[in-house]
């Protein structure tokens, strides 16, 4: 029988047939799929006539539709539901994968029709679009090591397969280490626990074939054990196995890989020019240089810590009251900081979740979008990769507009985290394709599934990321939705976070679990008056694991890598009851891929645009404003990686943001 890969699938809307893809499937397709790529790149590289931009930069994009095919579905359920299969075609693919796209940035031929098109740029009478897709076309080659010969050549091709296959490790390890620990709790151990965190426990241990509740190093179960949990020796178990994955001495250990890969990167960066991988990877970006990076993150790292240096003064005599003597320590923190937040703004979590359930917090997502943009959402039964998963056609006053996958609860075959990706990116060349846009989470599963307010901003940033996704309108797939640069790419799912909490929105969607009564104000007013608390905690860890990244790109390293972890955290200052938000060893943002290299500031830089950005919302004095919506659609959302951000976010707002949004928006400025 033919490969499911090669076959046309009799699926609605050409949604890949999970249900007919096996594992052996996927290899052999795999290497069809580069063979057809590799002709065809081929083919454009050898055609006679003098190159133009549709012979050349459009014939280009007629490659690749086999490859695309098997990978996107692949990585859909490599991330999500992986198995010892899948990590192994994932280590096999991964430096294929580089090798492959080594070569073609190595053909010569192809490379001069690339420059010869680019040099003539000017007197092609290209549209705004073409003219940015043939900058970065040629950008890319560039930055590949198209220009490259010799030695430098070879050696460009060896590291790039090496950090391929590093990537796939370190990511693989860190799954390995939050898959294997787990700790039992016995009846006394669950004193203090409120009963979702419990029923979640339990549900985890279910998993694992136990009778018994466990605590594991997701997100959704161990953050609010270490809220709650008056036990400090099991929060201190927790924190340690939390602290030390990928750390932990055995076969899934990732600092000699991160090592490994920061040396890597810098030998890269120099063989292309540059001084060092920041000034490598910024070019690209809108930061453009590791100084203007570094000054955002130090105008927000000195009143975060000078917060979090007061908050910890608090804290501390709270844990000593207690009789404890000694120091906070980073397994304190979030325990008496929820004690603290109990008695400052009487928030119980227990009650906050009760109101937010997992499927009206969907609802009050697909509600947002379709008073801002008109989309509407309809349930559909799809062939999808997991049972868990759920479907949705997206359409606007009747057309197809994109498919939408919500996978949402934690289990140990799904990386931790959460994420959006697209199956299929929106396109009009070669031919006109809409997307397929999942968002995966890790929340814990349990019946009703009910979120803390933390997680209900998760699910409203990853749906913005989805909108990008759905409502690009460009012609070409190299600059659809989300291919922009890192910098910018998390300004539409950090603003989408703003309308979870509209009141206008929780009084509608949030409602109680049980008896379906909504939110009463004074909860909702107090829910949103919390909004910023903490906050000096929360910036801390995030600018520590920031800077640290950033650091780490600047030049060789000075020591060890934790050695050197640990100087650039002294330099700073950190308080030692905060630890990073991400530790090396299982820093996936940055090592897993290069996606967030020397980038993790990213989220960041793209809140002093969403903080500017809401507020174009407020100065109307309506979060719905039907012309600002417009805009927003028309001049971001819309338009990908086609034009400059900056150009975009100055057509929308008509200057770009300042700092002062962000302060403000963290409550860091009086």
């Known amino acids: 029988m033919t490969n499911i890969f090669l076959r046309d699938w009799n699926t609605p809307f050409g949604f890949p047939p999970f249900d007919q893809i096996t594992d052996d499937d996927f290899a052999p397709a795999f290497e069809i799929g580069l063979q057809e790529d590799l002709s065809a790149i081929q083919k454009v590289a050898e055609n006679t006539d003098a190159p133009t931009f549709e012979n050349t930069i459009d014939a280009l994009q007629h490659s690749g539709q086999t490859l695309e095919r098997v990978l996107s579905a692949f990585y859909a359920v490599s991330g999500a539901d992986s198995n010892k299969k899948r990590e192994a075609l994932m280590s096999e693919f991964s430096p294929k994968l580089s090798a492959f796209s080594s070569e073609i940035y190595a053909n010569k031929t192809l490379f001069d029709r690339i420059k010869t098109v680019y040099q003539n740029r000017n007197h092609l009478n290209l549209t705004t679009e073409q003219a940015r897709v043939l900058e970065l076309t040629y950008q890319n080659w560039i930055r590949a090591g198209a220009s490259l010969t010799g030695s430098a050549e070879a050696r460009m091709k060896e590291i790039k397969q090496r950090l391929a296959v590093l990537g796939t490790q370190f990511s693989q390890n860190v799954l390995a280490d939050e898959r294997e620990w787990f700790m039992v709790l016995q009846p006394d151990d669950l ?100 100084q203007n990076v570094r000054d955002l993150l130090m105008a927000v790292w000195t009143p975060a810590k ?11 005599d709270m844990l000593q009251a207690d009789g404890i003597n000694g120091p906070l320590e980073p397994w304190d923190w979030r325990y008496y900081s929820e004690r603290r937040r109990q008695a400052e703004h009487s928030l119980d979590e227990a009650e906050v979740k009760s109101y937010f359930q997992l499927d009206r917090m969907i609802d009050a997502a697909f509600d947002v979008a379709n008073r801002l943009f008109k989309l509407e959402f309809r349930p559909i039964t799809l062939p999808l990769y997991h049972p868990d998963c759920r479907a949705w056609e997206v359409t606007r006053e009747g057309e197809h507009i994109a498919i939408f996958v919500g996978d949402y609860f934690a289990r140990g075959s799904k990386r931790s985290g959460a994420w959006c990706s697209a199956m299929r990116s929106q396109a009009k060349f070669p031919i006109s394709q809409k997307p397929i846009v999942v968002n995966v989470c890790n929340f814990a599963k349990d019946m009703p599934a009910l ?9 409203f940033h ?56 909504p939110m009463p104000v004074d909860l909702m007013d107090r829910i949103i008056a919390a909004s910023n608390y903490d906050m000096g905690f929360q910036t801390v ?76 919302f407020e100065d ?42 962000l302060l403000k928006g963290r409550g860091l400025v009086a």
Do not use: C
Request: hydrophobic share 40%; glycine share 6%.
């Open 191 to 290: 004193e203090g626990l409120p009963d979702f965190l419990i029923s979640a426990a339990k549900s985890a241990g279910a998993e694992k074939g136990l009778d018994q509740p466990i605590i594991t190093t997701s997100r959704s179960l161990f953050v609010p054990f270490m809220q709650f949990s008056p036990r400090r020796d099991l929060r201190e178990k927790a924190q340690k196995a939390w602290m030390s994955r990928g750390a932990n001495g055995n076969d899934a250990d990732n600092r000699d890989i991160a090592a490994e890969t920061l040396a890597l990167r810098h030998e890269m960066a120099q063989l292309l020019g540059y001084a060092n991988f920041s000034d490598y990877k910024l070019e690209t970006e809108m930061a453009k240089s590791s």
């Open 306 to 316: 000078e917060r979090a240096i007061k908050d910890e003064k608090v804290l501390t």
């Open 451 to 459: 979120l803390s307010a933390d997680d209900v901003r998760t699910l």
């Open 462 to 517: 990853e749906f913005g990321h989805a909108l990008h996704q759905m409502l690009s309108d460009v012609t070409y797939e190299m600059v659809s939705g989300t291919s922009v640069p890192r910098d910018f790419v998390e300004l539409p799912s950090q603003l989408y976070e703003h309308w979870a909490m509209v009141p206008e929105i929780l009084q509608k969607y949030a409602t109680h679990h049980a008896t379906g009564a």
């Open 541 to 616: 860890e995030f600018a520590a694991s920031a800077l640290v990244d950033l650091e780490f790109h600047q030049g060789p390293l000075r020591d060890g890598i934790m050695e050197t972890q640990a100087a650039i955290l002294s330099d700073l200052g950190l308080p030692r009851s905060i630890p990073m938000r991400h530790a090396t060893p299982h820093f996936q943002h940055v090592f897993s891929s290069g996606y967030y290299a020397s980038a993790y500031y990213s989220y960041m830089w793209a809140e002093v645009m969403d903080a500017d950005a809401f507020q174009a």
């Open 620 to 661: 109307v004095g309506d979060p719905f404003h039907a012309e600002t919506a417009q805009s927003l659609e028309r001049n971001i959302l819309s338009r990908g990686g086609s034009v400059d951000p900056a150009v975009l976010y100055t057509e929308f707002r008509g200057r770009l943001p300042e700092v002062d949004a």
